[in-house]
């Protein structure tokens, strides 16, 4: 009886009645889960018993997926190869300098693997009397960098012991390759000591050479889509409804898998003035808008879902996964969908895809000549570079990124095919034996994305064969 009553006046407190048949099967649960259940009820005077049991199969669902995915686990014939645990930090300086320490020691250990000697600390260089006009091997991030009167490249680098200049003459052999190189990149250069400054005459960077990926094995075929962008005014939805129909069609009965590679949903206030942009102007509304879709794709097919930086999560990569009360609606229609950090590897058979919403784009394209304009081809060469620097956001301090105990974003095992998106253009290419993918998007050009400058290709979808690797680009625009 001092349960029941117990029971009552919570209700009552939060402004519920409840029905004795609510009540008979709220008297067989845990008293702690009381308050849990609170939270997950519809506003209503009377709570029936079917609102109960929907309460209690979404607080259960919840429970169950709080506990991080770990290497290694198989979800729905997906496996997780590497996925963000255990995130949330501080945000203190130390811990900033710790993540840059960890992505400094882990790259110098490729360079060093590849070199197959040690470099030289640059403390020990420069402290040294004797090695002016020695040729010698260092490796260094790169903290800064410009060209001189004479063309000449100058780049202050660094390690653990401090830090050096570092010169490519203008006509040396390696002076286009340098031009490249941004900052905060991880070099290997050999060159002549002289005077407190390092001529270079060679140099490499982590890079995949000799690092070819032999093909998994997997049969059938995953459709690779991002920034779908629901609730936006300019969300195509003809395109994406040709796409689902697609889907259900005989063409498309071996697609066994569709990966959603960030922003399905356009999001609240993420850029300045969205809401003039905006069809649906509550973030709830934009995933039930979704979750019509999602029901209508076959169900033998597995959907893995990542955030990008248009879902309602914290900014900051990695990304945690899309927090529950967002995902209901898709669960509902769903309950076997794959709701992953961003970013995450996973593994179909023995194909390892690494999924990315690729926010580091804007700062690839921005910093590093010969990718401009934003076409199909440069989306491409753009995504190399994450590859050759072995990093996801390689240049510091462009857009957030969490000092967590562990760096994610480190290309630290290869892939079999990097997924990317965010730039609205797609592309599709391979590198050193890496399948590259950039999914475009389902959306049509905004005023936004207009001033930047960017011709989006719409209704594109790259559907992956995972027995022979190859890639065919589906055109749903018409």
Known sequence: MAQQVEIVRKFLGRGY??????????????????????????????????????????????????????????????????????????????????????????????????NGIDPIPISNLLNSTSRNGDRVLVVGMVLEKRVLRDFSIRMEIDDETGSIPVVF??????????DKIPVDSVIAVKG??????????????????????????ASGRVALVSDIHMGSKYFNEEAFGRFVRWLNSDQARDVKYLVICGDLV???????????????????????????????????????????????????????VVPEEYLDPLLEVRPDLIPLPNPTMIG?????????????????????????????????????????????????????????????????????????GHIHVYGVGEYNGVKIVNSGTFENETPYIKSLGIEVTVGKAPILNLKSMEIEVKDFSS
């Open 17 to 114: 009645n409840i029905s004795p048949e609510a009540l008979a099967l709220l008297m067989e649960q845990d008293i702690g889960e009381v308050d849990s259940l609170l939270d997950s009820i519809p506003d209503k005077p009377v709570i029936e018993l079917h609102d109960l049991e929907e309460a209690l199969r979404r607080m259960r669902r919840r429970v169950e997926r709080q506990t991080s995915y770990a290497t290694g686990e198989v979800l729905e014939g997906v496996s997780i190869v590497k996925s963000p645990t255990n995130l949330g930090v501080k945000g203190s300086p130390e811990e900033f300098v710790e993540l840059m320490r960890k992505r400094f020691q882990f790259l110098k250990s490729v360079l060093m693997s590849k």
């Open 266 to 320: 356009d999001g609240i206030g993420v850029y300045p003035n969205q809401e003039e942009e905006l069809k649906i102007s509550d973030v709830y509304k934009q995933f039930q808008l979704a979750s019509g879709f999602l029901e209508r794709i076959p169900k033998d097919i597995k959907v893995v879902y990542i955030p990008g930086n248009h879902e309602p999560v914290r900014q900051a990569e990695p990304q945690p």
């Open 169 to 178: 003459k203008k006509g040396s052999r390696y002076w286009d390759k340098a």
């Open 192 to 217: 002549t000591f002289v005077n407190g400054k390092l001529y270079a005459d060679t140099f490499r960077i982590p890079d995949l050479n000799g690092e070819l990926v032999r093909p998994g094995s």
């Open 348 to 420: 179909i058979g023995d194909i390892r895809i690494l999924v990315y919403h690729g926010r580091s784009l804007n700062a690839i394209f921005k910093h590093i000549p010969g990718l401009q304009p934003i076409r199909p081809e440069s989306v491409v060469e753009a995504m190399k570079w994450i590859l050759r620097l072995r990093h996801l956001a390689p240049i510091y301090g462009e857009h957030p990124i969490a000092p967590e105990s562990e760096d994610w974003l480190l290309v630290d095992q290869i892939p079999h095919v990097l997924h990317v």
